[in-house]
């Protein structure tokens, strides 16, 4: 089986660095001729190619990982295996799916995916199967689907590392994902970006500022994208933030100390279950 | 030089462990015996007590490790020795330091910490020395500090494994601690708590809110002192933070782009440029 990945960044360099010794061929494309000659030369891939004209009329499964505004762009200027499946890496869903849909033919399969598994920073060097172990990944079903292909690929994701592997429609996904990962980007650029810089911060600090900082190192262009065509879900969440952040601050006014441990207990609780 | 650490949890049992081999005789104060007894057969102390009648007389350096609290009740009830110092790891200064100075003799020096380290867990079975290792330590300046004694201080905490060792006003101190650990304390407790559950979020997250909420799992009764003890820093900080907050919420809801980026860029200089 044949499977070609496409932009070996930090994600994609993991499904390469993964797909290692797993039985598969393997072939990427990037437009960086570097980075393909590194992943080829360190026997990630067979070959690497700066476009997909020959390769994904072989490929029988094409994992397309760019930037959401670029994938519909490839999308469109390739020409794909008939019976091969097409899958993605984007971070949001509704906004994007019925367009891709739109610019495959039938006898093509879009199964799209979210790997919940990143680092903050960019690039193949950051690329590791590291990243994917132990983490989850989100099968996004539509009604194009076949049932088999959605059973492909949960077994493909899970023999590369990946723990819990959930499906769900494209709303579902956007909304939790608002949640569980937009809205601690939100929190950790807004706490960063609030420091009056009056002392020499990074001096103060211990393990809870530099853990809800680091994902304060956010790719701008990626980002940007991905909160504005998720603007309901995510304004929601930070909707539902903010109710929790107000009560703690009327708490403190008003010395309610009762209501402060009421609502560190609830938050332990939870914390301690998250991943029960 | 003999040095007695109160209350062996988790920042006072670190003390103690960092403390071995290091050529002090140390002896240790808690309630529970159990955590004694361990505390002696593994070595790290030479005789457990649970109360400082005996050996706070002999003791030349006595580091209450106990909640802001009870630190001060400790003071009033035993007796220290002569030309001692007696330090502390409260996470709070102004409040407290004074009322400590009042109850303590002219001929006993008090020279304040704030050791910029901990767990999310209690307990002397999760102190380690390596809760140290590389982590800020603030020393807290009042009028009545003799300067030896603060280099005392500064010498005996970096050979414990401090990498950066700071002076400080009580006032400075809580303004910069209520930013840098109180408010990502807020903000864990409140993004943890605003899930709808809707989701089995467990499933669905990724590094990002594990590292957010790691310290929502938060000890009540320490943390409300710390808070309502500290109310007007941190009230200040919690407006910064929502300033921000709202700066990227009117930027999502009106599409722009430009200052979504702007504000990715701020911060990921700020986070590279955190710990230089």
């Not at 496409?6 to 290692?20: H, I, P, Q, W």
């Not at 899958?87 to 509704?94: E, H, L, R």
């Not at 900082?213 to 991905?226: D, F, S, V």
């Amino acid at each position: 089986m044949i499977v070609t990945v496409v932009g070996l960044g930090v994600v994609g360099g993991s499904f390469v660095k993964a797909l290692k010794g797993k039985g598969y061929e393997v072939y990427g494309i990037d437009t960086d001729e570097q980075t393909l000659k590194i992943a080829k030369e360190e026997g990630y891939i067979i070959e690497g190619y700066t476009d997909g004209k020959e390769i994904l009329k072989k490929s029988d499964l094409t994992i397309i990982c760019l930037y959401p505004s670029i994938v519909l762009d490839f999308i469109k200027n390739n020409t794909f295996k008939k019976g091969s499946i097409i899958s993605d890496a984007v971070g949001i869903k509704s906004y994007f799916l019925n367009q891709a849909l739109e610019l495959i033919d039938d006898d093509i399969e879009y199964v799209s995916g979210h790997p919940m598994a990143g680092r903050e920073k960019k690039g193949f060097a950051y690329a590791s199967k590291e990243v994917f172990k132990g983490a989850n990944y989100i099968i996004i079903e539509h009604e194009k689907n076949k049932k088999e292909s959605i059973t492909f690929m949960q077994n493909f994701v899970s023999d590369l590392g990946f723990k819990s592997v959930r499906i769900m429609s494209p709303y579902d996904h956007d909304e939790i994902i608002s949640f569980t990962s937009q809205l601690p980007h939100v929190l950790a650029v807004s706490l960063i970006n609030s420091d009056n810089q009056k002392y020499d911060t990074g001096k103060y600090i211990g393990d809870s500022y530099r853990d809800l900082t680091r994902i304060a190192n956010i790719n701008e262009e990626l980002w940007a994208e991905l909160f504005l065509n998720n603007k309901e879900y995510l304004l929601q969440s930070m909707n539902q933030f903010k109710e929790q952040f107000d009560l703690l601050k009327e708490a403190i006014i008003s010395g309610r100390e009762d209501v402060l441990k009421e609502k560190f207990i609830q938050a332990t609780k939870r914390r301690e279950n998250l991943e029960k």
